[in-house]
């Protein structure tokens, strides 16, 4: 399996649904990017590094939203961090090293989005075990047999992340990386991670995932009719 080709600026957009505007940005932060006052104060005591994701990220929000026709707004971080978007619009957002993104959509048109970048490097030492089943990886141990060019446990990791940024603006609930089973189709770069906790809005989570330019993503959009 070769490294996914996609336009520059589309690494994003090409693991989303057509409802979802998306908005990505690679290596140094944009010198026009600002924020409102409301979340300046959020980030006042900020380190710098902290502050550039943090402000880059929501650049890139307010440009997917422009694209909705949605006037820009603050973007505070709520319970758990998640930020919370105007009336009416869904959205995540994501930031690794030299890579920052967004996805936003109506919602009367996508009910729920979750996105995660990660850098395309093996996890560390240890993370893996704690972030995943047997299961989970005697499946990445044949994956990695067969496509030993793609950084499995990172994509995992990855793809659980965004298993969880679309669940919490749904329900409101912490869902642990153990609350998750994750399979991929390699070839055709889709992943399900089948849910495990009781009282749960969806029994499935259906996302899609591509790495390019030493960056992984994946994303989950679900629609109202799934």
Known sequence: MTELRVPAGALLASVLP??????EWFGADPAGAVLFPEEEARIAKAV?????????VRHCARAAMARLGVPPAPLLPGERGAPAWPDGVVGSMTHCAGYRAAAVAR?????????????????????????????????LAAYSAQFPE???????FSAKEA??????????????????DVEFDPEART???????????????????????????????????D
Do not use: H, N
Not at 48 to 56: Q, V
Not at 124 to 133: A, E, F, H, I, Q
Not at 163 to 180: I, M, N, Q, S
């Open 107 to 139: 919602r009367d048109e996508v009910r729920t989005i979750g996105i995660d970048a990660e850098p395309a490097l093996p996890l560390p030492d240890g993370v893996l075990r704690m972030t995943s089943s047997d299961e989970e990886r005697a499946r």
């Open 150 to 156: 793609v950084c499995w446990d990172r994509l995992l």
């Open 48 to 56: 710098d590094k902290r502050r550039r994701e943090f402000t880059t």
């Open 163 to 180: 298993v969880y940024k679309a669940w919490f603006p749904v329900t409101g609930r912490w869902l642990g990386f153990e609350d998750a």
């Open 18 to 23: 057509a409802q979802v505007r998306a908005e």
């Open 191 to 225: 992943f399900r991670a089948r849910l495990l906790v009781a009282d749960r809005p969806f029994d499935f989570l259906d996302g899609q995932w591509a790495a390019a330019g030493g960056i992984a993503v994946c994303a989950i959009a679900v629609l109202p009719a």
